[in-house]
């Protein structure tokens, strides 16, 4: 330090201090130079890193041979020359040369171990008058070996001959202490340059892994209906106002993250509020918790650092998400398709639902025959069973018990039969190519490794199913699910290359025989287990003649007919469940199921609407600002705007414009919000570039003030004042 000549003492200044020389010179002689050498730094070329590390090294040297101590593990090195100093006191007929010397610092994060050097290089000034002193060591509080340090030549005349002087490490004019002891706050800095630095070196690879990974939907009710999606309850997003989801990926390690705002829309900005891609499933909770957690709690919570943690753990954007499609089944088989054409087929046997067509995956079910309301068979079935397998998958089969009020769940490889006993809700279990979650004691979820997803329920003494299909498998799937392209008009095809579909129109008996029964499966194709005293023959019930809804119309009383109006208003499944059963808790179900299910379709067809606003405002104080908000909705849904931040003073926001008139360098927020009407909501964010060069300069709306970053939202930015205006207030 070359400063004002005071005695290094233990008073409370307030700050810690080095001083290599602290005495009086002439500012307008001599030069400093300083480098820092940062070998966590992200950003640098590999010859800047080279010669990084080549300093490092250097430093590592002389700890080594100096003090005797080996630091593996310096990462950081500031190197400061005060070249060629001329004294204040100049006194002309002395002769007199610059004095030029360095300050090396030295920095181990791994144990908080700080090393100084003090190199005098070439030491001329005159000491022989008795004005001129130089103090030299370090002053700190804490920390430290010792608090305060003093050379042996400080405010000496030796001062100025340190050059010819064996200092502490043997050597002239070199001296070296080690400053800090180790007891130090966490450096999260270094943690997540530290982290960044290591997945760095292995970038390609995590990009790959990343890629297998899902796209986030656009709004938080889409992941709430894509059955790929599970709600992420776990500690770390509890302070925030937003709901995570991750994707259950039965096949892989890696894994997305989407988190919503409180409106439901995807948050992307790059803050910490947002998701992220999971390099490791939270299933893997040891892994999950130390590449992905951790670091960004390093990176974002705890630190400026978001920018390094998502160049490697990237936030999803939602472009080019395609919903799954949804097809159901429900009470005495009501069926609606992939495509939504719905039809009723009363089966009793086991039956393909739905088959890829490069056999990828497969679900079959099994039927049962109905019960009236006293527990007596009817002539009309429900489904019993489910099997499903993906491509190199376990196969796990949902069964109702027989006294039809519980499920359980099996698979020869997969041991899920105890866990879904004893699971948690929520609890998931990863087999081989599947994931399962339980969703209540009544209720499962699995996912599929194509992307194949279905929730089975019990209710009523009968099982329902929703299956969700990804839009890769548009037209290659077939079965009583139907031909999933959109078209419901073929979706009445039976197996077989040269089948023709049945028209839509068809009666419920051309239905049953020339199509429903063509499905049913045989022995060898079949998926499901059978148990002790069961076998494929006994459930084959081809002899079974069933109900038809038009029989049972005709055959309905009129006091029946009223009941059943009052239970199913106009609903045609549950007035059929209900004319068949006489069973009003089955219609009830089927109704709920049936309209729940409608509803939640109708959700998924519905597109988000478009929201376009720049995301930069730049706002001059004093001056009439104007930012325009445009909407668009795909389906052709009238779209509202609102400002969801307060409106500061001197603003307006009319017909999707916001006029604002600062008066002041208040800190202040911009966010919109766009709905359909229909469920569908988008946000946006708009960060404000504030300045107020009080008319005496121009504004740099492209600099930044000191201390703002461009992930903040709100920044005040630098002024290139008009000659005479300069300086800073």
Excluded at 125 to 130: A, D
Aim: glycine share 8%; aromatic share 12%; net charge negative.
């Amino acid at each position: 330090m070359l400063s004002e000549n005071k005695r290094i003492t233990a008073q409370k200044q307030g700050f810690a201090m080095l001083a290599p020389m602290w005495t009086d010179t002439f500012g307008r002689f001599g030069h400093v130079y300083y480098q820092i050498y940062d070998m966590t730094k992200p950003g640098s070329t590999s010859t800047v890193q080279t010669r990084v590390k080549h300093a490092i090294d250097h430093a590592k040297d002389d700890i080594l041979a100096y003090g005797g101590v080996s630091v593996t593990d310096v990462t950081w090195v500031m190197v400061i020359t005060w070249s060629n100093m001329i004294p204040r006191l100049y006194y002309s007929e002395l002769i007199e040369t610059p004095n030029t010397f360095q300050l090396v610092v030295a920095y181990d994060p791994s144990r908080y171990q700080t090393f100084v050097m003090y190199i005098y290089l070439n030491l001329g000034w005159n000491s022989e008058t008795n004005i001129r002193r130089s103090m030299t060591g370090y002053f700190s509080y804490k920390y430290t070996v010792e608090k305060k340090k003093d050379l042996p030549s400080s405010m000496k005349s030796t001062a100025f001959r340190l050059h010819t002087i064996y200092g502490n490490t043997g050597e002239r004019g070199r001296y070296m202490f080690q400053i800090a002891t180790g007891r130090h706050t966490i450096n999260y800095d270094q943690k997540c340059y530290n982290w960044f630095a290591k997945e760095m070196k292995r970038l390609l690879v995590i990009r790959y892994l990343l890629s297998q990974t899902l796209i986030c939907p656009c709004e938080r009710r889409l992941a709430d209906l894509d059955g790929r999606w599970q709600f992420d309850s776990a500690q770390y997003h509890a302070n925030f106002d937003h709901r995570c989801y991750y994707e259950e990926t039965p096949w892989g390690v890696s894994t997305q993250e989407c988190c919503y705002s409180s409106l439901g829309s995807l948050i992307t900005a790059g803050d910490g509020r947002g998701g992220q891609t999971f390099l490791y499933h939270p299933s893997y909770k040891i892994q999950h918790k130390k590449y992905d957690i951790l670091p960004k709690q390093w990176c974002c919570k705890f630190t400026d650092n978001c920018k390094y943690f998502h160049y490697v753990r990237p936030i999803d954007t939602c472009n080019g998400y395609v919903a799954p499609v949804f097809g159901w089944l429900t009470g005495d088989p009501h069926f609606h398709t992939l495509d939504g054409f719905q039809y009723t087929f009363n089966g009793l046997g086991e039956y393909t639902l739905v088959e890829t067509t490069h056999g990828n995956f497969s679900l079959q079910g099994r039927t049962a025959k109905a019960l009236d309301a006293n527990g007596a068979e009817m002539d009309a079935t429900v489904f019993s069973a489910f099997a499903a397998s993906d491509i190199d998958s376990d196969t796990i089969q949902i069964k109702m018990s027989a006294t039809r009020d519980d499920i359980s769940v099996y698979s020869e490889g997969c041991n899920v039969a105890e866990w879904f006993r004893t699971a948690n809700v929520t609890d998931n279990k990863a087999c081989s190519g599947v994931v399962i979650i339980k969703k209540n004691s009544s209720q499962i979820a699995i996912v599929f490794r194509s992307g194949f997803s279905m929730t089975i329920g019990l209710k009523a003494g009968q099982l329902d199913i929703r299956v969700g299909a990804p839009n890769e498998f548009r037209n290659h799937t077939k079965g009583l699910m139907g031909v999933f392209n959109g078209d419901p008009n073929d979706d009445l095809l039976g197996p077989g290359e040269n089948a023709v579909a049945l028209s839509n129109a068809s009666s419920e008996w051309a239905i049953y025989y020339d199509f429903g029964e063509k499905w049913r499966i045989n022995e060898i194709d079949s998926l499901f287990y059978y148990g002790p005293g069961e076998n494929y023959s006994m459930f084959a019930r081809t002899e079974f003649k069933p109900l038809f809804v038009e029989d049972v119309l005709r055959s309905m009383t009129s006091a029946v007919r009223a009941q059943v109006k009052t239970t199913c208003g106009d609903n045609k499944e549950c007035i059929f469940d209900f004319a068949v059963t006489g069973n009003q808790d089955v219609a009830a179900s089927t109704l709920e199921i049936n309209s729940k299910n409608v509803k939640n379709a109708a959700t998924l067809a519905n597109a988000s609407p478009n929201i376009t606003v720049s995301t930069v405002f730049n706002v001059t104080v004093g001056q009439d600002n104007a930012l325009t908000v445009n909407t668009s909705d795909s389906n052709g849904d009238t779209v509202s705007v609102s400002l969801m931040s307060p409106l500061p003073e001197g603003a307006n926001f009319t017909r999707g414009v916001y006029t604002w008139k600062p008066a002041n360098m208040e800190p202040m927020n911009i966010s919109f919000s766009a709905s359909d009407g229909n469920g569908g909501v988008a946000a946006a964010d708009v960060s404000v570039n504030l300045c107020d060069c009080s008319g005496h300069g121009v504004c740099l709306f492209d600099l930044l003030g000191d201390g703002y970053e461009l992930k903040q939202t709100f920044r005040i930015v630098q002024c290139n004042c008009f000659i005479g205006w300069e300086g800073k207030i």
